[in-house]
């Protein structure tokens, strides 16, 4: 099993963008669902974002219309385009890919998690 990994976080001001990105192996990347998620400090571990393997995205409602999901299967990369940062989203961001969709809930491949990237925003 090779585990995705994370990169493009850092530190940012609120209001401004950061862009991550989800290198994932090749094996099952466009036959299968993927999703970031975030764990704020002190807090448990969040779905933000998740896409099926035909594109269909699902967002959890703090991040609509800020946040984009997109994946790229010529290079076998997933993304997280992030707008408009807020302090509430201070977080370690981790994606994880092989996952599915059953009732519109994304169900994570408890095998497939990347080692997270932190992103801070300042107020």
């Known amino acids: 099993q090779v585990h995705p990994v994370e990169s493009g976080g850092g530190l940012v001001q609120n209001g401004g963008s950061l862009r991550l990105s989800c290198a994932a192996s090749r094996s099952g990347f466009s036959r299968t669902a993927m999703a970031w998620y975030r764990q704020p400090p002190g807090k448990q571990r969040e779905l933000v974002a998740g896409?099926?393997?035909?594109?269909?995205?699902k967002y959890t409602d703090s991040v609509k219309g800020r946040f984009t999901i997109s994946k790229d299967s010529a290079t076998n990369t997933m993304f997280l385009q992030m707008n408009n940062l807020m302090v509430e989203d201070t977080g370690v961001y981790y994606c994880n890919t092989g996952g599915a969709f059953s009732a519109g809930r994304y169900l994570p491949n408890v095998r497939s998690w990347g080692q997270g990237t932190q992103v801070t925003v300042s107020a």
């Open positions: 896409i099926s393997h035909d594109g269909r995205t």
